[in-house]
């Protein structure tokens, strides 16, 4: 590797690293994720467009949406971000396809976090779906146009919330002093030979309020939109009583809600509670595990570099989770798969609709993911 900031301090410090801590050791895990999460992203989107039956035509695309950006984060991960994170600075160093392509690292970071955003505003796309689908709830988006307005403003403010990270055009030797000044206690005391590489980019030197204030702004905007939609429809679907809307066909949607809210492996007769639980944690803490430490290592100015490549090793996997879920999750899609395994050809996608067998149609808009 070469050394490309001439701030770089010659230090001893750096023998105390192992191959962990190293971007070899990361970008080789990266791209061994990748050789399973790729083909089973392929694999995903064959289901969808073969297995999907006609009674779920409306489903179809919303699906595709949804598997399509929940492929474009892993592939951000894995293969074209491939991102080396220098937590508990606002740092990093783009290690994927990307940068070989010639891309400025900032705004590689940027597609990354907002393919992160992306998610959160799918996951409202669905609770959405859901709430719009109750027949009790008098406040709801019914018309085709204004729900596509909703879910355009939503993508568009995707793009925004992180955006003020970006504006800043101070000089980077001048941003990297105040990570590397000689301070009690340093940001980053002894940070690891790639801090020094010529794609390493400082996006904050700490403090800034523009950005503080746009993540506040977001965050308000993305959790009281997901608390409305599902208290509200959790409210309508167990606690309003209405004569013409049937116990049985608000089951139904319980359990759809659940299926959106959990986003997790359908439950499988004779798994123990304890699986199931584990099953529901694992995709959460993919996402928040790291997330939650990134914001321990900034409050309490933690540098661990083997840790920071593990973080990313862990939301590297969502991929793998998030299609696996897609799989099992749906019941045509679930017995497909078990049909290739058990090798039966006969498989018919057309007679696999509902849960309950005498249960109606369900019609899905834009944002659905499970029936």
Known sequence: MTVYWPDYVESTCRQNYSYLASEDFLLSVYHFTALFTIPLSIFTFYTIVRVTPKKMKNMKVPLIIAHFWSTNLDLCFTVYGAPYMF??????????????LG???????????????????NFIMLLENRHSQVPLIEVRITNQKVRLVFFSINYILAFLYILPFYLDEDNQLEIRKFVLK??????????????????TIVLLKGGEFLPFLSMIVGLIIVLSQTLFFSIHTVYYLNYVKNANVSESTKALQRKFLRYVTMQVFRKVKGLSVLKRKIQMTIPYTVLVGPIVYSLYADRNDYYNQTLNNFSMIFMAVHGFLSNSCTLFIIKPFREFVNSLIRGNNEYNASEMWATHANAPPVSARLGSLVD
């Open 87 to 100: 937590f508990p600075s606002a740092a990093g160093l783009p290690l994927g396809t990307l940068r070989a």
């Open 103 to 121: 891309f400025a690292s900032k705004w590689v970071a940027y597609i990354g976090q907002v393919s992160i955003v992306i998610m959160s505003i």
């Open 182 to 199: 000689v301070c009690i206690p340093c940001r980053i005391p002894c940070p690891t030979i790639e801090f020094y590489e010529k794609y």
